[in-house]
């Protein structure tokens, strides 16, 4: 079975930009959650999304906004992009339900904005 | 929010010798989750721990939940070059967010 997939695996971006970023859950997993980790930390929870409703958003700016598609897919955009949202943004989907909240994550999308 | 705090932040070991991390929190967690990151990877699961007092063991691996549900360990015995990554502590809450600590960077020098 395919893992979580993430697209781009990198990308260069000019401050100001916008950017979109696609992610792709293991099959039959309906919740979807986007991290951001800065070089030397841990992720920092951005959004988690549910049945395509938005269900957590960490501390982040309004700039940041995600979807969730009925193929339970989801999106990251970040418009006006800063010097500091240069990170890895992971994201992980997790098993519809029960204890285990185990969280599968993709191999991250390389943001660098210059 | 919860939060959890991770020490130390780098360790260096030769291999063969033993590395702990440890991962303490102020508030009681419901649960306890570790993963691994690999130098260029993203983070892997490992276990989750979910009982006071718990105790889990994968082969070198010993996982290790407080009394009080406030504090938990990683052990690795006889420490290997594949063991090299950064090792994280992560609670989730009840919607599935998953709050991390700093991490542990592990360097097993052969």
């Known amino acids: 079975d395919a893992g979580v997939t993430q697209s781009p695996t990198h990308l260069i971006k000019t401050r100001g930009q916008q950017v979109t970023l696609r992610c792709s859950p293991i099959?039959?997993?309906?919740?979807v959650s986007w991290y951001q980790q800065v070089l030397g930390q841990g992720p920092q929870f951005i959004f988690q999304y549910y049945e395509k409703e938005e269900r957590g958003r960490g501390n982040f700016p309004d700039r940041f906004s995600a979807r969730q598609f009925p193929n339970y897919s989801s999106e990251l955009n970040v418009n006006a992009l800063l010097l500091g949202d240069s990170a890895l943004y992971l994201c992980?989907?997790?098993?519809?339900?029960?204890?285990?909240?185990?969280?599968?994550f993709g191999q991250g999308t390389r943001l660098t904005v210059v | 929010g919860q939060q959890v705090m991770q020490i130390p932040q780098y360790q260096h070991v030769q291999e063969g010798e033993d590395f702990t991390t440890y991962c303490n929190s102020s508030t009681t967690l419901s649960n306890i989750q570790w993963y691994k990151q690999r130098p260029g990877g993203h983070p892997v699961f490992l276990i989750q721990?979910?009982?006071?007092?718990e105790v889990k063991k994968q082969k070198r691996l010993t996982f290790q939940f407080g009394e009080a549900k406030k504090n938990s360990s990683l052990h690795i015995t006889a420490t290997q070059t594949t063991d090299v990554g950064t090792y994280f502590c992560?609670?989730?809450?009840?919607?599935?967010?998953?709050?991390f600590g700093s991490g542990t960077q592990l360097t097993v020098l052969p």
């Open positions: 992560a609670t989730s809450g009840s919607a599935r967010q998953l709050t």
């Open positions: 992980a989907s997790s098993r519809p339900r029960g204890m285990n909240t185990e969280a599968f």
């Open positions: 721990l979910v009982k006071s007092g």
């Open positions: 099959s039959g997993h309906k919740s």
